[in-house]
């Protein structure tokens, strides 16, 4: 067990989490666990960042969403790794059609229960949170026209495969990766890129997969210059008809989630119940309940 009071504190002083829990459990590579626990004690941090960076965060989110829009038509769009949804408001604002499904996955609760807040703030509930793993996507396969990422692979360096391949299952249309680029970066930036565990590659890899990548260059707008973004287009099937489902799924079995008395969603194919807190479902495959009879139960 980790001590998140430990963690707390190291925190409240400004210490690096990811770092002192590789340290104690003298790793090399960023844990997923790492990641979460890290992630969950910024939340809420990076909607005071973007409040503090207006500029910023219309010019990037305008970029992006130039880029969709340039795409054609489109039903569903998801940001995996939405965060504070401080990326995905904006963009969606931005988009000349609105798509009658937008989703959100992060990997933290806390992130994701201040993602509803500012969705609230900026008057928009229609977007469906849920937490879930990058790893394990709690969708069907190609059941989202429009996926993207914004620096949501980043600290998975080591696992930019296995992050790509899950990121394509569920793209129906088109992969958008706004991700560090290894190759952009300076030798300073290499630097503290290799040190922080972030993503290298990640162009070739998707070559390497045989993706057909359509667009790659250094992203316009860069808050970092040691830390700079990159844009992969990747397109999967341009003349495929829009999704017709969006549906949450059981990350292991992706087989149909119902709802059962409020707070739980439940799979009869896989007899695993997913709990729901403050109506988020949390899908990720570590906190699912063996419930082999829970459908016999109201």
Known sequence: MIDLTKIKEIYSKGGNIIKYLKKIKKSSENDVMDILISYDFQAGSYIEIANNNPEYIENYTAALSAYINNLGSFGSIIEVGVGEATTIIPVIKKLHTKPADILGLDISLSRILFAKKYAIANKISNIK????????????????????????????????????????????????????????????????????????????????????????????????????????????????????SAELVCPLSHTELRQHNNCFLYSKSSLLAYPVINNVPILLSRNAIIATHLNEFN
Request: neutral net charge; glycine residues 6%; charged residues 25%.
């Open 129 to 244: 949170f849920f937490v879930s793993d990058l790893f394990s996507i709690a969708l069907r396969d190609n059941s989202v026209d429009i996926v993207f990422t914004s620096h949501a692979i980043e600290p998975n360096g080591g696992k930019e495969k296995e992050a790509l391949k899950e990121l394509y299952r569920i793209t129906r249309k088109y992969l958008i990766l706004l991700e560090p680029i290894y190759e952009f970066a300076s030798e300073k930036g290499k630097k503290r890129m290799s040190e922080m565990g972030y993503i290298k590659n990640l162009y070739q890899t998707a070559v390497n997969l045989g993706y057909n990548v359509i667009f790659y260059k250094k992203f316009e707008y860069i808050i970092n210059d040691l830390n700079p973004t990159g844009i992969i287009i990747i397109e999967k099937n341009k003349n495929s008809n829009q999704s017709d």
